[in-house]
């Protein structure tokens, strides 16, 4: 099984639980472990940080950086890399995949990510074959949702989902965030939705919601 190249992080030994947390455009699997160390959580967790690949990104010229799809223009619902963006989702399901081969469950299974991770979180945990734990998507949108009907995992209407947004996000419009969880909403899900006085970036209240969300949800798998 080829694998992305990826940052592990355990929290306690042998863990039954598994966060795999997908970065930003530009960034790589450095930029969450900060979040993950930070947090108490009430089980052994296995965090993975997966490197998305290099490729040339067109908003940015064509410079070659880490990036989980192509983003042609500032509208970025628009003109969707449906290639690249399905090209990762197996990228993660192996991720998926290597977890079970562990002998973690599908329910114990959480997809995190920010901005296009967050979309990749988003697009995988709805069309994963079984239900995951949930969904952390962070200040991002639902990618392709006019293929989603008809193609989403068993017993996915239950998937948990927390969504989060800056309201002065001019990378990621908030409206952008709320219309994908608005149409979530209408496909049946119901997202948790919230949102913070701050801009592209993660806050420390945002932390503490999304520590306190995965105890909840950690604490009835147990």
Same mark, same amino acid.
Request: aromatic content about 8%; glycine content about 10%.
């Given at each position: 099984?080829?694998?992305?190249?990826?940052?592990?992080?355990?929290?306690?030994?042998?863990?039954?639980?598994?966060?795999?947390? $997908?970065?930003?455009?530009?960034?790589?699997?450095?930029?969450?472990?900060?979040?993950?160390?930070?947090?108490?959580?009430?089980?052994?967790?296995?965090?993975?940080?997966?490197?998305?690949?290099?490729?040339?990104? &067109?908003?940015?010229?064509?410079?070659?950086?880490?990036?989980?799809?192509?983003?042609?223009?500032?509208?970025?619902?628009?003109?969707?890399? *449906?290639?690249?963006?399905?090209?990762?989702?197996?990228?993660?399901?192996?991720? /998926? *995949?290597?977890?079970?081969?562990? =002998?973690?469950?599908?329910?114990? /299974? +959480? $997809?995190?990510?920010?901005?296009?991770?967050?979309?990749?979180?988003?697009? &995988? #945990?709805?069309?994963?074959?079984?239900?995951? #734990?949930?969904?952390?998507?962070?200040?991002? +949108?639902?990618?392709? *949702?006019? &293929?989603?009907?008809?193609?989403?995992?068993?017993?996915?209407?239950?998937?948990?989902?927390?969504?989060?947004? =800056? $309201?002065?996000? &001019?990378?990621?419009?908030?409206?952008? =965030?709320?219309?994908?969880? @608005? @149409?979530?909403?209408?496909?049946? +899900? @119901?997202?948790?939705?919230?949102?913070?006085?701050?801009?592209?970036?993660?806050?420390?209240?945002?932390?503490?919601?999304?520590?306190?969300?995965?105890?909840?949800?950690?604490?009835?798998?147990?």
């Amino acid at each position: 099984m080829n694998l992305l190249p990826h940052i592990t992080l355990e929290t306690g030994a042998a863990p039954l639980h598994s966060i795999i947390w $997908l970065h930003g455009l530009g960034a790589d699997g450095d930029d969450f472990v900060p979040v993950a160390e930070d947090m108490r959580l009430p089980v052994a967790v296995r965090y993975i940080f997966p490197h998305a690949p290099m490729m040339p990104v &067109t908003i940015n010229g064509g410079y070659v950086m880490r990036a989980w799809y192509d983003i042609a223009g500032t509208n970025i619902a628009a003109r969707q890399d *449906e290639d690249g963006i399905r090209a990762s989702r197996l990228a993660i399901e192996a991720l /998926i *995949e290597r977890e079970k081969q562990r =002998g973690v469950a599908a329910e114990n /299974i +959480y $997809l995190a990510g920010f901005s296009q991770g967050g979309a990749i979180a988003l697009y &995988t #945990g709805l069309l994963h074959a079984r239900r995951l #734990g949930g969904i952390l998507a962070l200040s991002t +949108y639902l990618p392709l *949702e006019e &293929t989603l009907p008809g193609e989403t995992g068993e017993g996915a209407e239950h998937l948990p989902i927390f969504m989060a947004h =800056g $309201l002065d996000d &001019t990378v990621v419009p908030v409206e952008l =965030g709320l219309a994908s969880a @608005r @149409r979530l909403g209408e496909m049946g +899900y @119901r997202p948790e939705w919230h949102e913070y006085a701050m801009q592209h970036s993660v806050c420390m209240e945002e932390v503490r919601d999304i520590e306190a969300w995965l105890t909840r949800r950690l604490n009835t798998s147990i």
